[in-house]
């Protein structure tokens, strides 16, 4: 690699420079920089504030700064802001510090990766026609960006097949220094794949794969821990079954690991059981380096992330989900928590982990009813972010978990990256659940969590239909595609449920104390296609009692 080895990334906005450069970052086990992070902390202002009150020339000056800084330093991985190698200076200082690839995608794909973001600058001077001024820029600086020798069209990509293409682009001339794309797992046949999951807090990998597990004393030294205690945390039933690999893998790899049990069940997710193993741990000598691993379904991992979180003051968390559901719903979002007497999930945190490892062999165990379940939440993820995940459950509903377990995951990273927070988009994951909480509470959680989602998934769709937003051949789909899962679409469907008939007035005044609600407005999730929610206030209790009815009847 030429110069010091920086690897740059460069290109228009919305190309892939930063999702990409950070899992370029992960996979190769360096640091990443954004250079607009490094612009705006150097001028205490955000670029579309530098924009505003100093005009794009100033921007330019300080982004050339910034250009030289960045290129004082070595192994790096650098996204440049989308104008930076537009002036030829820049482009050759960065040059001479490691490799300059520029990204590339067409404007209608650049368009809807920057669809929800509000404070592109220089979008901003033509809002409603963004399209047109994004083709207007491109056009603009096509001789600069096609200056630049390296390029990857990004258009269709996934994140890791971006990174792919760049360690080759980059090992051609090389040779030993990139380690190899996907790195091989001790003890298994297979390849990891790497899902990077941005957050206020930074970014962590998700290794999934078969053999994941094994792959989990590697991911922890990733993480920058080395040799320390590992308090693994899981339920007796799962630890027969899936904890002395785990253990074995860890001990191989020069680390300590202790195994700590809940009893099994939802009504062990408790304080009780969080302070017990507050002591646990204190016993065990577990201090502030030692990582608490849950190695369970969302019981486990909801408690051992409330634990992580609290215990002296908050610990490296690392999750190991072993049902459907943790895997695909729990692992990304980085909620935790316990129940009180008084309702589930009263008491939590938001808890980071350092790292998850999705392995889907954990799925063999699982009983089958388990799978189903989980399987209406990969269902929502396909219902509301990816087509191709939705065609091929609808066409070959029994391919192994392997087959599709990153992408059903991806959806929701891309949901939660938008909004961390939860103070917007990531209302579309809770699409069927203000009807399913509702379901839950009136049959006194006898039935599981997936069921109810299925159902209430359906229950949204009919909503949806009613309030004329969505046709009624969506709807159809939807439903064919839950039925081919095997999931429920009406109550008596699932067999545990008590009998509802005549229901429809008590679930409709249990869904009144639902607590994603905000302020004193229900909100629902609608369907206004495949691949299209959105949230809608209440529509009013005819149009809701008439979708209840829908699914009792
Ligand atoms: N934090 C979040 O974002 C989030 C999201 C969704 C749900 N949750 C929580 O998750 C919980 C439900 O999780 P769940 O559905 O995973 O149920 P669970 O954790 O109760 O697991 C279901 C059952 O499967 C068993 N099991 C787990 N893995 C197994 C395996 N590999 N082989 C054999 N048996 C196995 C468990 O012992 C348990 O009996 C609820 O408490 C819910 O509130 C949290
Ligand atoms: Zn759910």
């Not at 509903?397 to 917007?424: C, F, H, N, R, S």
């Amino acid at each position: 690699m030429p110069g010091n080895g920086n690897i740059i990334l460069t290109g228009f906005m919305g190309t892939g420079k930063t999702t990409a450069g950070k899992a370029l970052a992960v996979r190769l086990d360096r640091r990443f920089q954004d250079m607009d992070d490094l612009i705006e902390e150097g001028a205490g202002l955000t670029v579309p504030e530098i924009f505003t009150i100093h005009g794009e020339t100033r921007f330019r000056d300080i982004e050339s700064q910034v250009c030289r800084d960045v290129a004082a330093r070595s192994d790096l991985i650098v996204a440049t802001g989308g104008g930076a190698l537009v002036n030829p200076e820049n482009h050759r200082v960065l040059a001479e510090s490691g490799t300059v690839i520029c990204l590339s995608a067409t404007p209608e794909q650049i368009l809807e990766r920057i669809r929800n973001e509000t404070h592109r600058p220089l979008l901003d001077l033509a809002p409603d026609n963004r399209l047109a001024r994004i083709r207007a820029l491109l056009a603009e600086r096509d001789e600069r960006y096609s200056s630049i020798p390296l390029q990857i069209d990004t258009t269709d990509l996934t994140v890791d097949q971006i990174v792919d293409r760049i360690l080759t682009l980059v090992s051609d001339g090389t040779e030993a220094e990139v380690p190899s794309p996907h790195p091989a797992v001790p003890g298994t046949n297979g390849s990891l794949q790497v899902l990077a999951v941005d957050n206020p807090e930074g970014s962590y990998p998700i290794w999934t794969g078969s053999g994941a597990l094994a792959a989990t004393g590697r991911l922890l030294r990733q993480c920058g821990l080395e040799g320390v205690k590992v308090a693994v945390l899981s339920n007796p039933d799962i630890e027969s079954l899936h904890a002395a690999g785990l253990v074995d893998a860890l001990r191989a790899d020069g680390f300590d690991p202790w195994v700590f049990t809940m009893p099994e069940g939802e009504q062990h997710k408790t304080l009780e059981t969080a302070r017990r193993l507050y002591s646990d741990l204190l016993a065990a000598g577990m201090d502030r380096r030692s990582p608490v691993l849950a190695l369970g379904g969302g019981v486990v991992t909801d408690t051992a992330g409330f634990v992580a979180a609290t215990y002296l003051r908050g610990v490296p968390y690392v999750v190991a989900p072993t049902t459907l559901l943790a895997m695909v719903d729990s692992s990304v979002g980085a909620k935790c928590g316990v129940d009180l007497p008084e309702g589930k999930n009263l008491i939590g945190a938001f808890k980071q982990p350092v790292g998850v490892l999705l392995d889907p062999d954990l799925l063999d165990t699982l009983p089958p009813a388990e799978l189903r379940a989980g399987m209406a939440e990969v269902a929502k993820h396909a219902i509301l972010g990816d087509e191709h995940l939705f065609e091929m459950l609808m066409h070959a509903p029994a391919t192994p978990a392997a087959d599709w377990l990153a992408a059903a995951v991806q959806v929701k990273i891309d949901v939660v990256e938008e909004d961390p927070l939860e103070q917007g988009r990531r209302a579309i994951l809770n699409f069927g659940h203000t009807f399913a909480h509702a379901l839950e509470q009136v049959s006194q959680y006898t039935i599981r969590h997936g069921e109810a989602v299925a159902v209430g998934m359906m229950a949204a769709t009919h909503l949806s239909v009613q309030a004329g937003l969505c046709s009624p051949s969506t709807a159809q789909r939807v439903r064919s595609l839950l039925t081919g899962l095997g999931l429920p679409v009406r109550v008596d469907d699932i067999n545990s449920a008590p009998d509802l008939s005549g229901r429809a007035g008590d679930l409709l005044a249990a869904m009144g104390t639902d607590k994603k609600r905000r302020g004193a407005v229900l909100r629902f999730v609608v369907i206004e296609d495949l691949q299209q929610l959105t949230v809608i206030p209440n529509p009013g209790d005819e149009l809701v009692l008439s979708a209840w009815e829908h699914i009792l009847n």
